[in-house]
Nanobody, 124 residues
Framework: QVQLVESGGGLVQAGGSLRLSCASS????????MGWFRQAPGKEREFVAA????????NSANSVKGRFTISRDNAKSTVYLQMNSLKPEDTAVYYC?????????????????WGQGTQVTVSS
């Protein structure tokens, strides 16, 4: 069982930055692909970014390319989502997810483990 805990959400003005973290106590993510998804009210959950733990290979949604960066810290077994130039349309609950790799997939159904989510609100 993989337990994921997100942190770092909050309220920020448009153009600002936030960094989300996702950790699993006492566990390595070796062999996993870690992803970030988001879900706004009334909308389906959508892919944001993903990273393959072993070699750092990444993929991200076109809507966040150039603004969001996914990374990982092996020593801390933590994955991050650095979000810059935030827009009001980025407002959503952000979820960390994990799947047994190696494919860096973009669909929520392929990820078997999920965190509880953290709210990100961007004001205009």
């Amino acid at each position: 069982q993989v337990q994921l805990v997100e942190s770092g959400g909050g309220l920020v003005q448009a153009g600002g930055s936030l960094r989300l973290s996702c950790a699993s106590s006492g566990r390595t993510f070796s062999g996993y692909v870690m992803g970030w998804f988001r879900q706004a009210p009334g909308k389906e959950r959508e892919f944001v970014a993903a990273i393959r733990w072993n070699d750092g290979g990444t993929n991200s949604a076109n809507s966040v390319k150039g603004r969001f960066t996914i990374s990982r810290d092996n020593a801390k077994s933590t994955v991050y989502l650095q979000m810059n130039s935030l827009k009001p349309e980025d407002t959503a609950v952000y979820y960390c997810a994990a799947r047994v790799g190696p494919a860096v997939t973009t669909t929520a159904e392929t990820f078997g483990f999920w965190g509880q989510g953290t709210q990100v609100t961007v004001s205009s």
